[in-house]
């Protein structure tokens, strides 16, 4: 698979990046993230799209739009949707895009409630844990980089 055009999708409260739970999901704004984000994806030669809502329905209308414009895979990170959105889920399947799950945190070492996701079965592969380490593994796997 040959990738040049990347979603990244960002779902509630990663616009908090920064200041809610730095322990937890670091210091790091998400203006920061994108940048380190925008930054490799030029060493690699990729061309990234950055979207991030608090509602289930815009994400899903942003998948969608991603498959029609011709974006070749995502990076997502649903944050609370990962565990309730059957509709995120059926997004993907119903467009065919490829995307890596990302999450800051490990959500295998948090509250029970956290442990499922309704995406990783269909995702190509799942990164938690990393903090933003965690994006860039992504982005560099998606492209051939890893």
């Given at each position: 698979m040959t990738v040049r055009r990347v979603l990244v999708l960002q779902g509630p409260n990663l616009d908090l990046l920064g200041?809610?739970?730095p322990e937890r999901y670091g210091a790091g704004t998400l203006a920061e993230l994108t940048a380190r984000l925008d930054g490799l994806a030029a060493e690699l030669g990729v061309s990234?799209?950055?979207f991030q809502s608090a509602h289930e329905g815009a994400l899903v209308e942003r998948?969608?739009?991603a498959a029609r414009d011709g974006?070749?895979?995502?990076i997502v990170n649903a944050a609370a949707?990962?565990?309730?959105?059957?509709a995120l889920r059926d997004a993907f399947l119903g467009t065919g895009l490829p995307f890596v799950e990302?999450?800051?945190s490990n959500v295998h070492a948090r509250e029970p409630f956290r442990h499922g996701?309704?995406?990783a079965d269909v995702a190509v592969g799942v990164i938690v844990g990393l903090k933003a380490e965690g994006y860039l593994l992504a982005l560099r796997a998606l492209a051939g980089a890893a």
């Open positions: 200041q809610r739970e990234l799209e950055h998948v969608h739009q974006v070749d895979a995502a949707y990962t565990h309730t959105s059957i990302v999450h800051l996701s309704l995406l």
